[in-house]
């Protein structure tokens, strides 16, 4: 829902938005169309990098421009612009029409009868949605943007130990209008961020070095993240150098089976690899198989698959406050919902845009279609996908208490998973032993390693509200050419019992 306390930028507004899709639109209609939708589109992102508290790069973009895409002859039509005149608009439309019938040509003679239909959706008409902030980020002046990462670099830096520090803030502010021929018309606003700092030992006599990053995941926030709304930065940054010189001190952790905490700062990541994209139908139907490939989840296994164990219950969630995937509505005119992707372990649903969901039947489309410029069609992407916690589940503290011989695993690092999103390897930035229900100092060279349905299969308990938590990333890939889309994925601490652990220094050796 709109924020309530934000109204659409006015140089946005004050574009001819209405003009140049009722151009576009109008020429569509004339030329035959089944369909067509025009999108205006202005993102502006900016960045800033510091090295050792000294800047090391900044940048500041913005993409504007429109696209038309159409239904012609049962195919797709796609055709972009940048030139803000009505007769230009409507030639860019006569593009996408002419697209779409060589197109057409191309599919028949290749023999295929598919055609392109849409699933209905109820009509839009004239709605407005705002993320939800309080402080655009762009509002703020860069010299505090850059203050403010020079003094939690200078933090780590004073500490014992912290050699260098990487300090870097991303921001984006996206706008977007959005009208087709069955009369809806959307314009939306959303900002966010992400800021990230990375602390690095080196041991001088041994020449070994280590490194350990915040935890504090990106979000559809403002600028208030980062001076107190939403995350505790004074505590993290406090406790980094201490966490880091254990680390390096730490020992390798001995292969075998282990009992598993795995915090929201890690397991966010593994619900995007092993979850997140093998449950976006067109991949499962194998329509799409760039960056990511293809999925064990098939389509003749919806309702049957035992995703992992019956405390596992995940949702596609497009209305999250704060969520990087969160939206009013998609780039088909489709009004963001929340569904149900695995229930009691078995997958129930997919991640649909309207295409997907006419040709599988499965009916309305739940709202996963994005474009990440004006210059690109919109494909399907990832909703925030989450792991529901329990409502009257376990601290972590308490998770933690129910393991003799385990490992608790905090944040993301690197990660590893098949072009079929059933094998993977993961690793973290922090590895805690856990011995009798307790911490018991760091581990390093730690990897878990399963595949997904045995690692869903093996979680015993997620932990309750109080341990959940946001995380994310700005940079999902998909299609080709490529684009780039951020994503939120929720989920609380959870418990896992019997998981491969492998040392991967030992492993790199072999």
């Known amino acids: 829902m709109p924020s309530g306390t934000h109204s659409i930028d006015e140089a946005f507004t004050a574009l001819p938005l209405r003009a140049l899709a009722d151009a576009a639109l109008a020429r569509a209609r004339a030329l035959g169309a089944d369909h067509a939708d025009f999108r205006f589109e202005r993102v502006r992102g900016a960045s800033w990098r510091l090295r050792d508290a000294r800047p090391a790069g900044s940048s500041d973009t913005t993409d504007l421009g429109y696209a038309v895409r159409v239904v012609h002859s049962g195919a797709w039509g796609f055709a972009s612009g940048v030139d803000l005149t009505m007769d230009a608009a409507a030639k860019v439309a006569s593009r996408a029409v002419a697209m779409a019938k060589l197109s057409a040509q191309v599919i028949a003679a290749a023999g295929s009868k598919e055609r392109v239909e849409l699933a209905a959706e109820p009509v839009h008409s004239e709605k407005t949605w705002i993320s939800s902030y309080e402080i655009d980020p762009f509002s703020v002046p860069d010299a505090?943007?850059?203050?403010?990462?020079?003094?939690?670099?200078?933090?780590?830096?004073?500490?014992?130990?912290?050699?260098?520090?990487?300090?870097?803030?991303?921001?984006?502010?996206?706008?977007?209008?959005?009208?087709?021929?069955?009369?809806?018309?959307?314009?939306?606003?959303?900002?966010?961020?992400?800021?990230?700092?990375?602390?690095?030992?080196?041991?001088?006599?041994t020449g070994e070095f280590d490194s350990m990053r915040t935890i504090a995941p990106p979000v559809g926030r403002g600028w208030?993240?980062?001076?107190?709304?939403?995350?505790?930065?004074?505590?993290?940054?406090?406790?980094?150098?201490?966490?880091?010189?254990?680390?390096?001190?730490?020992?390798?952790?001995?292969?075998?089976?282990?009992?598993?905490?795995?915090?929201?700062?890690?397991?966010?990541?593994?619900?995007?690899?092993?979850?997140?994209?093998?449950?976006?139908?067109?991949?499962?139907?194998?329509?799409?198989?760039?960056?990511?490939?293809?999925?064990?989840?098939?389509?003749?296994?919806?309702?049957?698959?035992?995703?992992?164990?019956?405390?596992m219950n995940v949702t596609g969630d497009r209305t999250a406050e704060h969520g990087l995937a969160t939206i009013g509505y998609d780039d088909e005119g489709v009004e963001a919902q929340s569904?149900?992707?695995?229930?009691?372990?078995?997958?129930?649903?997919?991640q649909l845009d309207r295409r997907i969901a006419k040709l599988t039947g499965l009916g309305r489309s739940n709202g996963c279609a994005y474009a990440d410029s004006p210059g690109h069609v919109p494909v399907q992407r990832m909703a925030n996908v989450s792991l529901q916690p329990d409502p009257g589940g376990l601290s972590t503290e308490d998770l933690i208490g129910g393991?003799?011989?385990?490992?608790?695993?905090?944040g993301d690092r690197s990660w590893s998973i098949d072009m079929q999103r059933y094998n993977f390897q993961f690793t973290g930035q922090r590895f805690f032993r856990i011995e009798n229900g307790r911490l018991a100092g760091q581990l390093r060279d730690v990897a878990y390693q399963a595949t997904t349905t045995d690692f869903w299969g093996s979680m015993e308990k997620v932990g309750g509200p109080q341990t959940y938590v946001l995380g994310g990333a700005f940079n999902c890939g998909k299609a080709q050419p490529g684009q780039v889309a951020a994503v939120s994925h929720g989920c609380p601490s959870a418990l896992f019992r019997g998981v491969n652990i492998l040392n991967t220094t030992q492993e790199a050796g072999r």
Do not use: C
Not at 241 to 266: I, Q, T
Not at 403 to 410: A, F
């Open 144 to 205: 505090d943007k850059s203050a403010l990462l020079a003094d939690w670099s200078a933090r780590l830096l004073r500490a014992e130990g912290v050699e260098h520090v990487d300090a870097s803030l991303l921001t984006v502010h996206e706008n977007k209008f959005y009208a087709d021929t069955a009369g809806t018309v959307t314009t939306q606003q959303r900002v966010r961020l992400h800021p990230q700092l990375t602390a690095i030992a080196v041991d001088r006599t």
């Open 224 to 311: 208030e993240y980062l001076t107190g709304t939403g995350w505790d930065w004074d505590a993290e940054l406090e406790e980094i150098p201490s966490l880091l010189a254990e680390k390096m001190r730490a020992p390798g952790v001995e292969g075998g089976r282990y009992d598993l905490v795995v915090d929201p700062s890690n397991l966010w990541l593994t619900i995007h690899e092993s979850i997140g994209h093998a449950t976006e139908l067109d991949r499962a139907l194998g329509y799409e198989a760039a960056y990511a490939g293809t999925s064990f989840a098939t389509f003749d296994q919806l309702g049957t698959l035992a995703y992992g164990s019956q405390v």
């Open 339 to 350: 569904w149900d992707l695995v229930k009691d372990g078995t997958l129930v649903g997919y």
């Open 403 to 410: 393991v003799e011989r385990g490992i608790y695993v905090v």
